[in-house]
């Protein structure tokens, strides 16, 4: 065999062996690829499934929140007692029966499904893009990673949280309103051949809310996490055989402490919030700030604190629920070990 016949051989060789490597890597780019969008669909279902069953473990409540928050003229006499969320109750119950505890909920359920599972999927894949090494993982990156998270989530599907709340703020018997007709009454309210902006009442606030609320609850309930796994904690904190695992009551006391703290920062926001998204039911349709200082007219400061004992009752079973059945049906879609 001649020298050229040699070269040409080794020319094919190299170049096949090329071909070889370069549709392994394609190969394998692909693979990584679909299995990123494997596990991001199952992180989302997670987080859609997690969403659903901590808002109907909590349905009632939040019902009674909003009608306080709101300062529904039906239930203002409440709103200062110490025992108020039990009348309350009792007085829907009586009036309109248990169903109506959950009056608004069937709404709930179609916007949390979307918000809690676009609000876990892109709070890690902002993790995954963000916190790349061990000094970027500060409470601050995992705040910004959090907050952001929420912006995306709300911004998607707020329309149907606007419409969740006009459902939960009905209390007349007469009222026979369903998720589709509040959309068209909403669409409409402006006049003329309406307008999508008006499914976006109360989106300022709600955005300003949002931010420290996501972003405070997912920061504490990692430090919470990282704390329970510390040694002086582990023994009590961690399931037998594993470093990492928390044990079920340990999981729930972290999303509990997450709750209480971001409610607790985030409430006077949600509370001209839920003022703004009903505005134009009770004719008083203003900006944040008047809202803001009509809040502060009506009973001070003590206005932008009313329910907030029932926040702290709901926040805490719903975070704790939120976070636990995340990380379990994350183990069930085979997500994490």
Not at 55 to 79: C, G
Not at 101 to 118: D, E, N
Request: one cysteine or more; hydrophobic letters at 40%; a positive charge.
């Amino acid at each position: 065999m001649s020298d050229t016949d040699t070269s040409s051989s080794l020319v094919n060789d190299s170049s096949e062996v090329i071909r070889n490597t370069l549709s392994e890597n394609s190969g394998l780019e692909l693979s990584i690829s679909s299995r990123n969008q494997d596990f991001d669909w199952r992180n989302g279902v997670a987080g859609g499934i997690a969403g659903c069953a901590a808002k109907t473990l909590v349905a009632p409540m939040e019902r009674i929140k909003i009608l306080f928050q709101t300062s529904n003229p039906h239930f203002l006499r409440y709103s200062t007692r110490w025992n108020g969320l039990i009348q309350a109750v009792s007085h829907i119950r009586t009036s309109h029966g248990i169903s109506a505890l959950f009056k608004g909920h069937s709404a709930s359920l179609i916007r949390v499904f979307p918000y809690a599972g676009i609000n876990f999927l892109a709070y890690e894949q902002l993790q995954r893009a963000i916190i790349i090494a061990p000094q970027t993982d500060t409470p601050f990156h995992r705040f910004f990673c959090g907050s952001t998270a929420g912006a995306i989530s709300t911004i998607f599907t707020y329309p149907l949280e606007l419409i969740r709340i006009r459902l939960a703020f009905e209390t007349e018997q007469n009222k026979k309103s369903s998720w589709f007709r509040i959309c068209r009454k909403v669409y409409f309210e402006s006049g003329g051949n309406g307008s999508l902006s008006n499914l976006y009442q109360g989106i300022g606030p709600t955005m300003l809310g949002i931010l420290p609320y996501a972003g405070t609850s997912f920061v504490t309930h990692e430090l919470m996490r990282d704390q329970l796994r510390s040694p002086l904690f582990a023994p009590y904190t961690l399931e037998k055989g594993s470093s990492t695992r928390l044990t079920a009551v340990a999981q729930l006391c972290c999303g509990a402490i997450a709750g209480i703290v971001a409610q607790t920062v985030a409430y006077p926001i949600d509370i001209i919030r839920r003022r703004m998204q009903v505005g134009s039911v009770v004719g008083s349709k203003s900006g944040i700030l008047e809202t803001a200082r009509r809040v502060f007219m009506e009973r001070g400061v003590r206005g932008f604190y009313l329910g907030l004992t029932i926040g702290y009752v709901k926040m805490a079973p719903m975070v704790a629920t939120s976070f636990y059945v995340y990380d379990r049906m994350k183990r069930l879609l085979g997500v994490m070990e």
